[in-house]
């Protein structure tokens, strides 16, 4: 369980990174499925060149051009993420974390994908909130990233801004695809305050839909493979018609009989 240090901390800052938190045989086989699933091209897959981020592929006919950039739907994808998503401390973390008793979802249209960060074709990801591009009642929403290798800041790991899950920014501040502007004054003192999210293989972050975050491209020769799903308690639904409700949200954890 969480200690009341470790959730005061989460709900200060907007993340929370635990350390070791699954058997590196669980790791091993998500990412051997994962790898197996990058090498043969399994759908869905989202390419760099779809998103055309800072330092990807211009199309997918240029050199790169079917680097992927996400493997989609991945609790879909093997048993071994669904098991991962599942996972009954996860959910007993989550559910401290929501500060809640009641059921819990995984939502199938956000995250819900390994991320791969490949050589070479790498792009970087700007300053933004997830929320931003989700519709749900409540913009309260925790993801849980899981490191199936070394992240730093040589291959790309997340880089966050300290309890900034708990400002308001004016929509002026951001540009047309919903990231942070770029030479705003106000922004670049926001983003002085960024910290690495550095993690290890088996290391979870923890970290809400508010909170802004980003990430460079991996500078390494190796690719870098993560987990990410996106969790909501009950109640707090997608908005009928947005992305966000265009799949079903699963049920992970359901709330004891006492707790009801």
Not at 41 to 69: M, V, W
Not at 227 to 240: A, K
């Amino acid at each position: 369980m969480l200690t009341h240090s470790e959730i005061s901390n989460f709900n200060k800052y907007g993340f929370l990174i635990k350390r070791m938190y699954l058997a590196e045989s669980c790791l091993d086989e998500m990412q051997h499925v994962a790898v197996h699933h990058l090498e043969n091209h399994i759908s869905p897959i989202e390419f760099e060149a779809d998103l055309k981020y800072p330092g990807a592929p211009d199309s997918s006919n240029a050199p790169g051009g079917k680097t992927s950039r996400r493997l989609l739907q991945a609790y879909a994808r093997d048993l071994s993420f669904q098991r991962w998503a599942k996972n009954h401390t996860l959910g007993e973390n989550l559910r401290q974390l929501f500060a809640t008793k009641n059921d819990l979802f995984l939502s199938q249209c956000h995250h819900n994908c390994v991320m791969t960060k490949a050589k070479t074709y790498s792009s970087a990801t700007l300053w933004h909130q997830d929320n931003r591009y989700w519709s749900f009642e409540e913009e309260n929403l925790v993801s849980v990233w899981l490191a199936l290798g070394d992240e730093n800041k040589k291959n790309g790991c997340l880089y966050v801004i300290p309890g900034s899950h708990r400002l308001e920014i004016h929509p002026e501040r951001f540009n047309e695809a919903l990231f942070l502007k770029n030479n705003d004054v106000q922004n670049e003192l926001l983003i002085k305050n960024a910290e690495a999210a550095e993690l290890q293989k088996g290391d979870v972050l923890f970290f809400h839909s508010r909170l802004f975050h980003a990430a460079e491209r991996n500078n390494t020769s190796e690719t870098k493979l993560s987990v990410v799903f996106t969790y909501h308690e009950s109640g707090n639904n997608p908005i009928i018609g947005s992305r966000s409700a265009e799949q079903p949200s699963i049920q992970i954890s359901r709330a004891s009989k006492s707790d009801k």
